[in-house]
């Protein structure tokens, strides 16, 4: 074992850190830092017109599952019904003094179908006299008008604005008139999405700042990282805005690529300029070319970690690729993005900013700081003597540790999905009132009902296979979640006493229009409408979707029939499936890549299990901490939040990778340092303690910047960001000061040279790293 122990250290000084590329860079562009950050300049200004684009272009929640049984029925309408209008909202008309038959009522209603009909790109427009069963609500002081409209979810979310102009121009002193459905409260979400951003930021930054002042002692080491962390989500926003000419970003990215890359803006940078603040100390006051020496070798060493560390964290998002959803694809590309630009910036930027500085980064000291700036002296710091006190008693501190950390995660166990779709979020919003009066009026699912797709596959309907739509329609209506069944064969029922062929063909010939929109032209297609009591994002309405695709297996069993369940109800229910698939595949291929790369890095075959073990423990950690306050309501009102009973269905894929790559990106950075003292001297203990009381301070730092970032999301009013904010906040502090200060001292304290071990065969194989 000391063979390949020696082996091991010699493979990590393969040549001067002055003959590789990063040094070479970071020379240059310390020497030439007014050419480079010309260049970022003129990036910047492109980016600033490109993030308008993107901001502009954001679209609502979509849950949506590539290849469900929900996917496959949007498509068969796409293609069975190309007439059918994209999506079908409601002008709201409510009153509490006067109902729908006042001559007043009446008025607004008249004027509000004759507007909308002249709007652009409204198809159809029905006025609530024409269905009064369905359209006036029991009580009769609540109308809907239902306009139907063209385009993708980009046109209609723009649409939304104008047309609810409309709605605010109908309303008298009588009567409120609200422009709803699912397009204008996406664009509330989008508003809303905005407003908390903002709010975020001006709690985020100002905290970030003092944090910054009180790490860096400096006013001007604490002003670049903010100033970076700005850069970074201007640049990713710009880059973004060029993606979104080919495809389309969910609202919650342009929040997580903000949190995403002011976090790690900051947190690259604080890794970077402590390393210059060292190395310029120890250069001393000896020119301009040495000053570009010791930037070369910050970046060649802090700079690669900077670089690992951001693919250990783009690696984890990959994982998300595994998910068959277009929304979480979206994430994975746009925080994706965030993280390759700050890597970006991180070694191209920041060396022509530190030439451009020099000495001058520690211009305007805090009083108590200058000393300390002038002469750093880590090793006698009050870190290191709480690192020695952990290294003198490891196996107590493990075990307590690992016990704390494993309790907090047993409710993760108990975790439920569920979807919150936001419109409580945007409640004072006209949309959010709309949406509100009717869900008081009528059944909360009329605006978001289930479409039952059934196909004949080519073939038109035969008298047994409307036989057994009727069947299935009358199954459906008799659920007690459902509200009320629309299916060809019952309007033929009403109509025509009969649901026969010959009854389809009269019926079609004599009120052709009035069928379009429940057979196809080849009538061999029809959608069955159910619409649930419940609201689109309730369990009940869960169970009614799963409840229809059974009974659809059994009413067209033998038929040749197939039959898709499809709407927003039935995408909630495959997106909560297709969660609970993705998770195990996700955390599998986030733990092999992740054991992968940092085998290469640090040559190590322990130390990778090392690092799973205890993220994995940060993240239950986190993920249980968040069960018990949002899904079981421990200590909800003490942080100012409500109990939902469920944690929003996608949010732990994306927690998991994000808190996975972050917890790595703090154990690279500080194992780089422990394996450069490893390669030094051979001396495990003195590796694990140096290592640590140089990193100590700057991950508590940085660790303090996340923390009050991402804590500041949580005064927001989306819940999938309140969440995402509470978690990774969470699993950063845990991460900083649990794991990272008690935890991997005392484990690698007690594991001994064996931290380093690798057999020779696999030294000789894997390719070399620099630390």
């Not at 498509?75 to 038959?101: G, K, M, N, R, W």
């Not at 062929?501 to 052709?512: I, Q």
């Not at 590796?687 to 991402?710: C, D, E, S, Y």
Request: net charge negative.
């Amino acid at each position: 074992m000391t063979d390949t122990l020696s082996r091991t250290r010699r493979g990590g000084e393969h040549r001067p850190l002055e003959e590789g590329f990063l040094y070479r860079w970071a020379v240059w562009a310390a020497l030439n830092p007014v050419k480079v950050i010309l260049v970022w300049l003129v990036l910047l200004a492109g980016a600033a017109v490109s993030a308008g684009y993107f901001t502009s272009h954001l679209t609502g929640n979509t849950n949506s599952v590539i290849g469900s049984d929900s996917e496959k029925a949007a498509q068969l309408i796409s293609a069975e019904f190309p007439d059918t209008p994209s999506e079908t909202d409601f002008v709201v008309l409510h009153s509490t003094s006067i109902d729908a038959q006042d001559p007043a009522f009446r008025e607004v209603v008249r004027t509000a179908v004759e507007r909308y009909r002249q709007a652009p790109d409204v198809r159809t427009v029905v006025s609530p006299y024409d269905a009064p069963d369905r359209l006036i609500a029991p009580g009769g002081r609540t109308a809907l008008v239902p306009v139907s409209l063209d385009g993708d979810d980009k046109k209609l979310q723009e649409q939304a604005g104008p047309l609810g102009e409309i709605a605010e121009g109908l309303g008298t002193g009588q009567v409120e008139a609200y422009f709803t459905g699912v397009s204008p409260l996406a664009a509330a979400a989008v508003e809303q999405g905005n407003e908390d951003l903002s709010m975020a930021e001006t709690i985020g930054f100002p905290a970030a700042a003092i944090v910054l002042l009180l790490a860096f002692g400096s006013l001007v080491a604490a002003a670049i990282p903010l100033l970076l962390g700005v850069v970074a989500v201007l640049a990713a926003f710009g880059a973004l805005g060029i993606a979104t000419h080919f495809t389309t970003f969910d609202v919650f990215v342009q929040t997580a690529v903000s949190m995403v890359g002011i976090a790690l803006g900051i947190d690259y940078t604080l890794f970077i300029v402590t390393r210059f603040r060292e190395e310029l100390a120890k250069a001393g006051d000896s020119g301009r070319p040495e000053r570009a020496r010791a930037i070369g070798r910050t970046v060649a060493t802090a700079g690669q970690a900077v670089l690992f560390s951001g693919i250990t964290v783009v690696v984890s998002l990959a994982g998300l690729w595994l998910v068959r959803s277009a929304k979480v694809y979206s994430m994975a590309v746009g925080m994706t993005v965030a993280v390759l630009v700050m890597m970006l910036i991180a070694v191209t930027l920041l060396p022509a900013l530190l030439g451009l500085l020099g000495p001058r980064i520690n211009r305007f000291a805090l009083p108590w700081a200058r000393r300390s700036l002038a002469h750093p002296d880590p090793e006698h710091s009050g870190w290191a003597k709480a690192i020695a006190v952990v290294m003198r008693r490891p196996l107590l501190v493990a075990a307590l540790g690992t016990v704390l950390l494993g309790a907090l995660s047993i409710p993760v166990f108990h975790l439920q999905y569920g979807v919150d779709l936001g419109a409580g979020a945007v409640a004072e919003s006209p949309p959010g009132k709309g949406y509100g009066i009717v869900s008081e009026a009528y059944a909360p699912g009329v605006l978001a009902p289930i479409t039952v797709v059934v196909s004949a596959g080519g073939d038109r309907f035969t008298d047994a296979q409307l036989d057994a739509v009727a069947r299935f329609s009358d199954q459906a209506a008799g659920n007690r979640e459902t509200a009320d069944v629309v299916s060809v064969t019952r309007v033929l029922d009403a109509q025509a006493k009969g649901h026969t062929t010959a009854h389809l063909e009269a019926a079609t010939r004599a009120a052709g229009p009035a069928l379009a929109e429940l057979v196809s032209r080849d009538g061999d297609t029809t959608v069955v409408t159910v619409r649930p009591r419940h609201g689109a994002d309730t369990d009940e309405t869960a169970d009614l979707v799963r409840e229809l695709r059974t009974q659809a297996g059994g009413a067209f069993a033998g038929t040749g029939l197939t039959a898709h369940v499809g709407g927003g109800p039935a995408e909630i229910v495959d997106i909560t499936d297709e969660s609970s698939r993705a998770m195990p595949l996700v955390i599998g291929a986030v733990l092999a890549a992740s054991w992968l790369l940092l085998l290469i890095a640090f040559r190590s075959l322990v130390l990778p299990f090392e690092a799973i073990f205890m993220n994995l423990l940060t993240s239950g950690a986190a993920f249980g901490a968040a069960v018990l306050v949002f899904q079981e309501g421990h200590g909800a009102d003490l942080l100012g939040v409500e109990r939902t009973g469920f944690i929003q269905v996608i949010l732990p894929l994306f927690a998991f990778a994000l808190v996975f790559g972050l917890s790595m990106d703090y154990q690279v950075f500080m194992l780089s340092r422990m394996r450069e003292e490893w390669d030094r001297t051979g001396d495990n203990a003195a590796a694990v303690q140096l290592g640590l009381t140089r990193t100590a301070k700057v991950i508590t730092a940085a660790a303090a910047i996340m923390v009050v970032v991402f804590a500041s999301f949580m005064f927001t009013r989306i819940l999938e960001i309140k969440q995402m904010g509470f978690m990774l906040a969470l699993a950063v502090l845990i991460d900083a000061t649990i794991v990272r200060l008690l935890l991997v001292p005392s484990l690698m304290r007690l594991i001994g040279r064996g931290n380093w071990w690798l057999p020779g065969w696999l030294d000789r194989i894997l390719p070399r790293t620099r630390h």
